[in-house]
């Protein structure tokens, strides 16, 4: 039973490109959501889709938008790079609320 | 605003020693959820534990256990006769019933090494 799978594992972007990140969910799971861990510090939550549609959004600017595929899989999409969204960036997949279960992360670097 | 304390930055414990990473929340909330989990290098979070707000009672799942104390808003994670598979960071966490569930607070984390 795969877990949750994403990719790329690794990418590297020029500050103001656009970077798409795939989430596939935990077999059994209908609700993704995405984090963003900076170096050092703990994941911070960015947003949580759920039958395609976004239903939560942390603090974070417009330049990240998402999107739920009928398979429950997601994209995250960040526009106009800053070096500040250089992160780890993890999707998390659930049914039913609780537990989420993490996959291993996106490293994005931006030069 | 909810907000989550892991004071300790970085613990480094010899192996076989027992070791208690601490967690301080705030939340003005009178139902949530606490949790604990493990991340190895490898990135991907491990959840290890979920305790309601409603449950003060102590766990204790093999050389792991939990204390939590709603009177000092603390949920701490013991692990007792530590090896060196237990380096990792472990993260605090808090979440909120139904779809609160989804966005966890996090702490900063602490950084665990089991020397051999």
């Known amino acids: 039973d795969a877990g949750v799978t994403q990719s790329p594992t690794h990418l590297i972007k020029t500050r103001g490109q656009q970077v798409t990140l795939r989430c596939s969910p935990k077999s059994g799971h209908d609700t993704v959501s995405w984090y963003q861990q900076a170096l050092g510090q703990g994941p911070q939550f960015i947003f949580q889709?759920?039958?395609?549609?976004?239903?939560q959004r942390g603090n974070f600017p417009d330049r990240f938008s998402g999107h739920q595929f009928p398979n429950y899989s997601s994209e995250l999409n960040v526009n106009a790079l800053l070096l500040g969204d250089s992160a780890l960036y993890l999707c998390a997949s659930s049914f039913g609320g609780l537990p989420l279960h993490f996959g291993n992360g996106t490293r994005l670097t931006v030069t | 605003a909810q907000k989550v304390t892991q004071a300790q930055t970085e613990i480094s414990v010899v192996e076989k020693e027992d070791v208690t990473l601490d967690c301080v929340y705030e939340?003005?909330?009178?139902?949530?959820?606490l949790f604990w989990y493990k991340q190895p290098p490898s990135g991907e979070l491990v959840f290890l534990i979920r305790?309601?707000?409603?449950?003060?009672q102590n766990e204790i799942s093999g050389r792991y256990s939990w204390n939590f104390q709603k009177s000092t808003s603390s949920f701490n994670f013991t692990i007792t006769a530590s090896q060196v598979v237990d380096s990792a960071v472990y993260f605090c966490?808090?979440?909120?019933?139904?779809?609160?569930?989804?966005?966890?607070?996090f702490g900063q984390g602490t950084r665990l090494t089991i020397n051999p």
């Open positions: 966490a808090l979440g909120q019933p139904g779809w609160g569930a989804q966005k966890l607070v």
């Open positions: 305790r309601n707000s409603f449950d003060e």
């Open positions: 889709y759920y039958e395609e549609e976004e239903r």
């Open positions: 939340t003005r909330d009178t139902t949530y959820y």
